[in-house]
């Protein structure tokens, strides 16, 4: 059974510049979970979906952070404009449900110059 | 909210024993999990524990006391390929997942 993917794997930008991560979850995973991991420490949750819902997105910085999940499956994290502190892991997770074990991708390593 | 805290680095030697600790305040819960994360991969699914005591799987075991808020991971016969970093994650009220910063065990031969 393949896991969550994502893409790409790392993303070198300058700063003001736009920049987009998608993520294919577990097939049938309905809950889909985007997370930022600084390094050294642990993944901080940015925007939870059930299915096609964004159920949990009080941790997203609206202002430049946006999220779609439009058919309920492969999902998309932009960001516009990058800023500096925005270098970090952005990681995808998946469920069967809310109240199953993450599954996670390997995340997408942005680099913002 | 939550607090969750763990030892930032521990070493240990192959073929020991090593405990890794993590303490948290929380105001539901739901669960505790432990995750494993090789350096520049994603975090993988050790153990989780709801109600109070010890599980094991394998080498590696977890223990949870609800009451003190406490949770440990025991990591048996260590070998060099567990040297990650282990992440101690709180499930609370809402289902929400919220992790610990992580703990760093380098093992040395």
């Not at chain 1, 270098?87 to 069967?96: I, K, Q, T």
């Amino acid at each position: 059974e393949a896991g969550v993917v994502q893409s790409p794997r790392y993303k070198i930008i300058e700063k003001k510049q736009p920049v987009a991560f998608w993520c294919n979850p577990i097939s049938g995973h309905n809950t889909l979970y985007w997370y930022l991991q600084n390094l050294g420490q642990g993944p901080e949750l940015l925007i939870r979906y059930e299915n096609e819902e964004a159920v949990d997105d009080s941790q997203l910085p609206k202002d430049r952070f946006s999220a779609e999940r439009l058919k309920g499956v492969d999902s998309t994290l932009k960001i516009q404009p990058a800023e500096l502190g925005d270098s970090a892991v952005y990681l995808c997770a998946s469920s069967l449900d809310r109240l199953n074990e993450q599954f996670f991708g390997p995340g997408t390593r942005l680099t913002v110059l | 909210g939550q607090n969750i805290d763990q030892p930032t680095e521990m070493t240990a030697t192959e073929g020991a024993i090593v405990q890794i600790n993590c303490t948290y305040q929380t105001s539901g819960f739901n669960g505790l999990f432990w995750y494993q994360q090789h350096a520049g991969e994603a975090p993988t699914f050790l153990s989780y524990n709801v109600l109070d005591g010890l599980e094991e799987k394998g080498r590696f075991s977890s223990f949870l006391s609800r009451s003190k808020g406490y949770s440990y991971l025991l990591l048996k016969e260590l070998q060099m390929k567990d040297s990650a970093s282990y992440l101690c994650a709180l499930k609370a009220a809402g289902n929400k997942l919220t992790f610990g910063g992580g703990t760093r065990v380098l093992v040395k031969p």
